[in-house]
């Protein structure tokens, strides 16, 4: 159904006329834009408005990119790798627990994580260990409780293990 149409049909319900204003499209650049990143958790932070180029994140909707200008949103953070692309084209990676990520409509930047850990920290025998640890308590649980505590070990473990690989 066409514009007018529908404006003609609430004009005759409403008796008056709708009166459209027209849209503005704000075009997007990429290459000059800035993105202050905040990136923390509660005993440390690692990013403080610091502007990068590039931010990836694990979350429950799927893992994602950020660049500047990236629609606004707040997402869950899974445990996972968040990769900071800096200026300078280095890049660093942090292993997340959980916590949430928001983008403003700034193109600002907030990743606040439970616990953090660069990648390059951990150690691949015990991640292995870990996972073998929560399947075990899995097997064992005789409770909801241990059971969903155990479940959220094995994924967390999971996730640790790919970081590493």
Do not use: W
Not at 53 to 82: E, R
Not at 103 to 123: F, G, M, R, T, Y
Not at 154 to 163: C, R, T, Y
Request: glycine content about 6%; charged content about 20%; overall charge negative.
């Amino acid at each position: 159904m066409s514009v007018a149409r529908v404006s003609s049909r609430f004009s005759r319900i409403f008796g008056h006329q709708i009166r459209y204003k027209s849209l503005q499209i704000k075009s997007r650049g990429y290459a000059d834009a800035q993105m202050p990143v905040t990136f923390a958790s509660p005993t440390k932070v690692f990013y403080n408005r610091v502007d990068v180029k590039q931010v990836d994140v694990p979350s429950y909707s799927g893992s994602f990119g950020i660049l500047p200008n990236h629609v606004p949103v707040i997402a869950m953070l899974k445990p996972g790798v968040v990769a900071v692309y800096e200026q300078d084209g280095s890049t660093k990676k942090f292993f997340v627990s959980s916590g949430s990520v928001t983008i403003n409509d700034d193109s600002s930047v907030q990743v606040l994580a439970e616990e953090v850990v660069p990648v390059d920290h951990l150690d691949h025998q015990a991640c292995k260990e870990g996972l073998h640890k929560a399947h075990q308590d899995l097997g064992s649980a005789t409770t909801d409780e241990a059971r969903t505590e155990a479940q959220i070990a094995i994924e967390v473990h999971e996730a640790l293990v790919k970081a590493i690989e």
